[in-house]
């Protein structure tokens, strides 16, 4: 290993010769952005991979959350979890909505409906779940709920690219899903990220809404926003999906590794895989109990820290603990308790295509030893 530091994940990068034609094209075209071919491409690609009738490209997903938040005119409240990246939470306030944060699944580690019905107002109007770490929401549960109170539902899929349940892809369901193609994720395109939804008016109006709000060359119905993908962002993607299915095959190889070096260590929990659900292995989060363990996750950290492995604490703090989100309604830990129990004790071991498994064997034997 030497003192090259391990980070948490590390994008894969197919060799360099194979972008290069794509880059001429480009070049040649000097067509950078708005639409260009690169940019058709990959929607239609994406769409036949994953399976989805629809898919609107974005320079982010931030970016797209907040444009699927204007395409479905939510206002009032909207029920999240406190177990994601501020991301989720953020792209409500910007939109002019009150996140209202429900508790999440000691199992799942995502919110269903028996926690999502409880925090129900007459003001409530979404609900945005989080797919975590790519594990599936109960779709067909939330579903009904929203169907029972008349809310839209708008899944963060961030994490769930290529994620299926029987084999249908989670992002057909919900009314939108909002994927993420930051660096950091399964599959990428440098930044950039997408909108899925399911019927042509939706994705006409999504287009636009990320084009400032043209309707064709000199018409601006309404306030947009600028949230294109570029043409070497869409090259890229075109690239890395000729690569997905060996990337995603190598993260099972090694959240296979990891399950068997640490089975036997008590006081941790791992995730383990769900029937009839194909996984994209995005994340590998285990679970400390300090009690149990003989540390905690902080000390397990720093230890793996010190040895320039950098584990995450993903998701600590959990949103509802950061300043900005703090207010009297969150501030009883019982409120949220299985998000706050896993939160303090959650940590991400490092996961990616082409790490070494002399780095996966050492990383276990620094848990194992303590």
Partial sequence: MGNKPIFVTRPSLPPLEEFIPYLEK?????????????????????????????????????IALLTALQALRITGEVITTPFSFVATAHSLLWNGNVPVFADIDPITFNITPETIEPVITDKTTAIMPVHVYGTPCDVDGIEKLAGTYGLKVIYDAAHAFGVKKDSVSILNYGDLSVLSFHGTKTYTTFEGGAIV???????????????????????????????????????????????????IGKRKAVACRYRELLKDVGGMVMLSDIEGVWHNYSYFPILIDKNEYGMSRDDVYEKLKSKNIYSRKYFYPMITDFPMYKNERWSDDTTLKNAKYISDRVL??????????????????LIKDH
């Fill in 348 to 365: 991400c071991l490092p996961i990616y295509p082409d790490i070494e498994t002399e780095v996966i064997e050492n990383v276990c034997q």
């Fill in 26 to 62: 480009i070049w040649e075209s000097r067509i950078l952005t708005n639409n260009g071919d690169c940019h058709k491409q990959l929607e239609t690609k994406l769409k036949e991979y994953l399976g989805v009738k629809h898919i609107a490209l974005f320079c982010n997903g931030t």
């Fill in 197 to 247: 939804c399911h019927d042509e008016k939706t994705k006409d109006r999504i287009d636009k809404l990320k084009n400032f709000g043209f309707a064709g060359e000199t018409k601006v119905m309404e306030c947009g926003i600028n949230g294109k993908m570029n043409e070497v962002q869409a090259a890229f993607g075109l690239l890395y999906l000729k690569y997905i299915d060996l990337y």
